[in-house]
């Protein structure tokens, strides 16, 4: 079977989010980046150009991927589906761990480094918007207080699972506690 | 006048923090600090032995330099004092700023440096009872709802203020938008 571009392009991003999750963004060098995606470094500069657009498109990746554990059918309890979308980053798996580690660290680096800050700001309204969006479903549907605004909310909620997460990956916190915390925060922004 | 031991000391970690917020952990070499600090660099290894050392009593001097712009006198309304404390990490001031900026670079480090876990539970711990402490203070004052447990709320407020100030750092989110959510969410969580 042939392997496609799009195919090719996401094993290189794939390969970066393991990278930076191990060795974070200062370990990800395009030539350890070649070795764990079994590619050449040309290759890797004909898709990406630089090392900046390397970053940027692996921030979006890191959407993308994250996009595939939450977008399952969503349930029919639309109050239900709000905290399942915010829970399902806040879980042991590799993959979750390997995601949240890699987004933790591209929000830290783009303390520092200015051409990071626009596409994480990107990056980030996409997945607020998202909550967002499950929030007004909900709403809607009569299961959140109608005096909820879901654009803040989502704002406030999804920070609360950034700082929650970073808690959880640097071991001062449990995972059990952060996922109790943040379904009580849950409970407390929108019932 | 004599310039006394612990004051060198601090001084080096100041130098430490501002380092730390300038260029990231990664930025923190024993030459640039000596430098920054105007001491040499035996003298540092001296007080601090290695750079793990070095890190962990800088995690420790974030902690103690916070309390200089959070002790202040406590307000006739203990209510008002907990959202006083936890507002004041989000403050567009040189110290506060470089002081968040450290910290978050800190917690972004330790999930890859296992040195650094301990010490970073250990200062988080510091400050998430001096909040647990403001919230039982104004429970038994009666003007904060019994139902509340205080460990956990600040824990869960503690985390939510890291969440903001990294996106308020990152560039995602304006202080006053941070600020404003705060607000929101300790009175939903406490109210």
Do not use: C
């Not at 029919?76 to 390997?98: F, G």
């Amino acid at each position: 079977m042939e392997v496609t571009v799009p195919d090719r392009r996401n094993s290189i991003l794939d390969a970066a989010v393991r990278v930076i999750a191990r060795a974070g963004v200062r370990g990800l060098r395009v030539e350890e980046l070649a070795a764990e995606a079994g590619v050449s470094m040309a290759l890797i500069y004909y898709h990406f150009g630089d090392r900046a657009g390397l970053l940027r498109r692996t921030l979006e990746h890191i959407n993308d991927r994250a996009a595939s554990y939450t977008r399952k059918p969503a349930g029919p309890d639309p109050r239900r589906e709000v905290e399942r979308l915010l829970l399902l980053e806040l879980q042991d798996t590799d993959e979750v761990r390997v995601n949240s580690t890699a987004w933790g660290e591209l929000r830290a680096t783009a303390v520092f480094d200015d051409d990071l800050r626009e596409p994480l700001a990107a990056s980030t309204k996409v997945w607020v918007d998202e909550i967002a969006a499950a929030i007004t479903r909900a709403q809607r549907a009569g299961s959140v207080s109608g005096n909820v605004r879901p654009a803040e909310a989502a704002d406030l909620l999804t920070a609360l699972v950034e700082g929650l997460s970073d808690r959880w990956l640097s071991g001062s916190m449990t995972l059990a506690r952060a996922r109790r915390l943040l379904r009580g925060a849950i409970a407390a922004e929108l019932d």
